[in-house]
């Protein structure tokens, strides 16, 4: 199992940037496919996920700002990021269980390297 974040950089607030998440070893329609952030000194929160029925979850933060997307042929996840803040400026990893949803943050056994969105003027 491999996984391969990129799209990261810096943005200026109220930016975008798509994300983007290579996987191999294993089909992403299949199971629940996630992205967390971490910030210095902060835990690493869920903030999107995708499941293999094509539901979507958000948290509260990014919901109505950001979109994740499954690109099957390619097995490739993808995070839209728009209207971003400075808040938002983290490490940001994609990752999975191999199954149909996501344990804890803590519980995942699965993660990509991370990649760095930066928010700022």
């Known amino acids: 199992v491999q996984l391969v974040e990129s799209g990261g950089g810096l943005v200026q607030p109220g930016g975008s940037l798509r994300l983007s998440c290579a996987a191999s070893?294993?089909?992403?329609?299949?199971?629940?496919m996630g992205w967390a952030r971490q910030v210095p000194a902060k835990g690493r929160e869920w903030v999107s996920a995708?499941?293999?029925?094509?539901?979507?979850y958000y948290s509260d933060s990014v919901r109505g700002r950001f979109t994740i997307s499954r690109d099957n042929p390619r097995n490739t996840v993808h995070l839209q990021m728009n209207s971003l803040k400075p808040d938002d400026t983290a490490v940001y990893y994609c990752?999975?269980?191999?199954?149909?949803?996501?344990?804890?943050?803590?519980?995942?056994?699965?993660w990509g390297q991370g990649t760095q969105v930066t928010v700022s003027s």
């Open positions: 070893g294993f089909t992403v329609r299949t199971v629940a």
């Open positions: 990752a999975t269980d191999l199954a149909a949803h996501l344990y804890e943050v803590g519980d995942t056994e699965y």
């Open positions: 995708i499941y293999s029925d094509g539901s979507t």
